[in-house]
């Protein structure tokens, strides 16, 4: 058995965005709702992190970085969005809270996103925000022994302030992948 994964802590100097022909990642410039092909879909439970996924967001693309934070209005295509965004991305991002992946009566939640990018093999980055994940199959499909980035806000405060390093860190996957490396 591996042993547990830690919290990834190492800052890493970068801001790349999208790749170019030559392999550079260059910024985008994409608005700050929902873009048509983000390069960062953000996956969460809304009523657990909605603060943080905002204020992630706004950190991204002040970096240049298209993101997917659905806020799809009422009686729009909700799931139809969802999978576009998602299929398209270059890297998911989980806000892994403790009832994230929890199957919902609503047609579409965290529980098929998570299974979508599981089974889909979707590069993906585990910002683990709770010591447990309360769903059994969460906990399966993410367990304690893979790579993730602790984050356990206690205030509302500490909820819009993202700890030092983690945007880096996320940047740094997502190069990684637009440049064909697993990491």
Same mark, same amino acid.
């Not at 996103?113 to 980055?125: A, G, M």
């Not at 199959?137 to 700890?163: H, M, N």
């Given at each position: 058995?591996?042993?547990?994964?830690?919290?990834?802590?190492?800052?890493?100097?970068?801001?790349?965005?999208?790749?170019?022909?030559?392999?550079?990642?260059?910024?985008? $410039?994409?608005?700050?709702?929902?873009?048509?092909?983000?390069?960062?879909?953000?996956?969460?439970?809304?009523?657990?992190?909605?603060?943080?996924?905002?204020?992630?967001?706004?950190?991204?693309?002040?970096?240049?970085?298209?993101?997917?934070?659905?806020?799809?209005?009422?009686? &729009?295509?909700?799931?139809?969005?969802?999978?576009?965004?998602?299929?398209?991305? $270059?890297?998911?991002?989980?806000?892994?809270?403790?009832?994230?992946?929890?199957?919902?009566?609503?047609?579409?939640?965290?529980?098929?996103?998570?299974?979508?990018?599981?089974? &889909?093999? $979707?590069?993906?980055?585990?910002?683990?925000?709770?010591? &447990?994940?309360?769903?059994?199959?969460?906990?399966?499909?993410?367990?304690?022994?893979?790579?993730?980035?602790?984050?356990?806000? $206690?205030?509302? &405060?500490?909820?819009?302030?993202?700890?030092?390093?983690?945007?880096?860190?996320?940047?740094?996957?997502?190069?990684?992948?637009?440049?064909?490396?697993?990491?």
């Amino acid at each position: 058995m591996a042993a547990p994964a830690t919290p990834i802590e190492a800052p890493v100097a970068s801001n790349p965005a999208q790749a170019d022909s030559h392999g550079t990642l260059t910024p985008t $410039k994409s608005p700050l709702t929902c873009a048509a092909v983000p390069l960062i879909f953000i996956s969460l439970r809304f009523g657990e992190a909605m603060l943080e996924a905002k204020s992630l967001q706004q950190d991204l693309h002040a970096r240049g970085i298209s993101t997917f934070l659905c806020d799809i209005p009422e009686g &729009e295509d909700l799931a139809g969005a969802v999978i576009t965004a998602l299929t398209n991305c $270059k890297l998911a991002v989980i806000l892994g809270t403790k009832t994230y992946g929890k199957k919902t009566s609503s047609g579409f939640s965290t529980f098929e996103e998570l299974r979508f990018i599981v089974n &889909e093999r $979707k590069p993906h980055f585990l910002v683990k925000m709770c010591a &447990e994940f309360e769903e059994a199959e969460t906990r399966f499909r993410l367990p304690p022994d893979i790579s993730y980035f602790l984050w356990q806000p $206690k205030s509302d &405060e500490e909820r819009v302030r993202l700890p030092t390093g983690m945007v880096d860190r996320m940047v740094r996957r997502l190069h990684d992948v637009t440049q064909g490396r697993s990491g």
